[in-house]
Structures are given as C-alpha cells and as structure tokens.
C-alpha cells in the first residue's frame, strides 16, 4: 500500500480525499494507493505525522500550514524557495522530505484561461498567505504589477477600508487567495466596494468549494468575467501526482 494525504488545520472543506479516491479507481490504482486527510491542530504534530504514517509517500499541504511547514523540511525545491511556500512533499526512499509548490501549476493555467490573451497590467491580491506567496509568484512571471490588500495594514499595500473606486479602476484583476468565502461560511465576502466592479474586472477566486463563491456571484453580477478554484485545484493536484512520482 502507497499512502498519500492532505495536512491542514480544518478540512471539510476539501475534494482531495474523493478526487484521488475516483482517480485511483479510474487508473488502476485502488487496491495499492490510498489518499486520506490528516487535520493536524498545530504544525509541531507534523513531525509525529510523518514518522508514524505508515507507507507515506507523499502529502499536500494546505491553510495554514503551507510556509509553517518549511522548518520541517529537509529541502526544497527552487520554486519553493523562491516562493516561500510549500503545499507539497515528497518523501524519498531514504526518508528525506522535499517540499514543492504546485499551486502556481494551477494558478497560471487559470489564469490563462480567464484572461484569454487580454493584457492585465495591475492586479489585486487579497490575502496574505502561502497561497497569496505563489499568486504573487506566477504574476511577476507575467509581468503583472501586484498590490496586497490586507486586513493587517503592515502586512499588505492596502487595507480593505482603502480601496475605492480609483484603485479598482486601475485594478482589472482582482484575486481571493484568502479563505473567505470557502465552505461552511459560503455567505462570506470579502470587503469590498463591489459596486464598482464592472464589465472590464476579472475576478479569480482561488476557493472552489462552493463552485460559485459569493465573492464570484457579485463579480457576475456587475458583468464581470470570473473564474473558481476547480481547475487550480484539479491542475495542482495533478502536477503533485507527478511530483510522487506515480504518472503512468
């Protein structure tokens, strides 16, 4: 049996369990692979978590242990590095860990698909975690001016309070890397002055669970073009899968 997971503090929110699941199932690999989910209440129990888990291959990393993780770690991989973000490792035969990130496999294909070739010059970036690392990494690859908004003010270029309709107008992409809005708390939002966005705004919400995020539906709302987390996730997952070393 090959053993792969998910860490994280909270996970009802997460397809990874069943995705992997229905992929084993479709590829063969039911019988010698098993993906499960590991809710860890701090990141000190990871070390605990990879030397008692039995057959671990390999793992994914998500809110909010993605840069936590890091000290754990034997090694990284240079866009890990550079990133300063992990939300997957791979255990090698020796025992060694090496952290990688394919959140920016997923994040660059969608926004790819979003964009469809528009030109994007300044971005907004929402939120301030591992996720947000790998948002800002992928957007300097493209060129993409990138301002945080942040409810800390010391964290971010923005705080939410400041953003008005100036800032959105010089501001087509705007991008949830944050948890609000994602499953239980699906009536969330994050604050903004929605009433500015118009057909000109694209909004990428890098949550997935629900499909359609309140975030999303006001976007829609006001004729802008949107897009969720599913391909992000689906891509990141696959480019993991890779990194285990299982393609066939």
Same mark, same amino acid.
């Given at each position: 049996?090959?053993?792969?997971?998910?860490?994280?503090?909270?996970?009802?929110?997460?397809?990874?369990?069943?995705?992997?699941?229905?992929?084993?199932?479709?590829?063969?690999?039911?019988?010698?692979?098993?993906?499960?989910?590991?809710?860890?209440?701090?990141?000190?129990?990871?070390?605990?978590?990879?030397?008692?888990?039995?057959?671990?291959?390999?793992?994914? /990393?998500?809110?909010?242990?993605?840069?936590?993780?890091?000290?754990?770690?034997?090694?990284?991989?240079?866009?890990?590095?550079?990133?300063?973000?992990?939300?997957? /490792?791979?255990?090698?035969?020796?025992?060694?860990?090496?952290?990688?990130?394919?959140?920016?496999?997923?994040?660059?294909?969608?926004?790819?698909?979003?964009?469809?070739?528009?030109?994007?010059?300044?971005?907004?970036?929402?939120?301030?975690?591992?996720?947000?690392?790998?948002?800002?990494?992928?957007?300097?690859?493209?060129?993409? !001016?990138?301002?945080?908004?942040?409810?800390?003010?010391?964290?971010?270029?923005?705080?939410?309070?400041?953003?008005?309709? +100036?800032?959105?107008? !010089?501001?087509?992409?705007?991008?949830?890397?944050?948890?609000?809005?994602?499953?239980?708390?699906?009536?969330?939002?994050?604050?903004?002055?929605?009433?500015?966005?118009?057909?000109?705004?694209?909004?990428?919400?890098?949550?997935?669970?629900?499909?359609?995020?309140?975030?999303?539906?006001?976007?829609?709302?006001?004729?802008?073009?949107?897009?969720?987390?599913?391909?992000?996730? /689906?891509?990141?997952? +696959?480019?993991?899968?890779?990194?285990?070393?299982?393609?066939?």
């Amino acid at each position: 049996m090959r053993r792969y997971g998910l860490i994280g503090l909270k996970l009802g929110h997460s397809f990874s369990a069943r995705y992997f699941a229905e992929k084993f199932q479709r590829e063969g690999l039911a019988v010698e692979c098993s993906y499960d989910l590991y809710e860890l209440p701090k990141i000190e129990c990871v070390a605990d978590f990879m030397r008692n888990t039995d057959f671990l291959q390999g793992f994914n /990393v998500t809110i909010p242990y993605k840069q936590q993780i890091i000290p754990f770690l034997d090694s990284l991989s240079r866009e890990a590095q550079d990133i300063g973000a992990v939300n997957c /490792v791979k255990i090698l035969p020796d025992g060694r860990t090496v952290g990688y990130n394919t959140d920016i496999d997923g994040i660059r294909f969608s926004l790819d698909k979003l964009l469809c070739g528009q030109i994007v010059e300044a971005a907004l970036l929402l939120g301030t975690g591992g996720a947000s690392k790998a948002v800002q990494y992928v957007l300097a690859e493209r060129g993409i !001016s990138c301002s945080v908004v942040s409810r800390d003010r010391s964290k971010g270029d923005f705080v939410y309070e400041d953003l008005s309709q +100036e800032i959105l107008a !010089s501001h087509p992409l705007i991008i949830n890397s944050s948890p609000v809005g994602m499953y239980p708390n699906v009536d969330e939002a994050p604050a903004l002055p929605y009433e500015y966005l118009t057909p000109s705004h694209y909004l990428f919400d890098l949550v997935y669970n629900p499909a359609t995020t309140e975030f999303l539906r006001r976007g829609q709302h006001h004729g802008s073009m949107v897009c969720n987390g599913q391909k992000m996730f /689906v891509y990141q997952a +696959e480019a993991s899968w890779r990194i285990f070393g299982n393609q066939r």
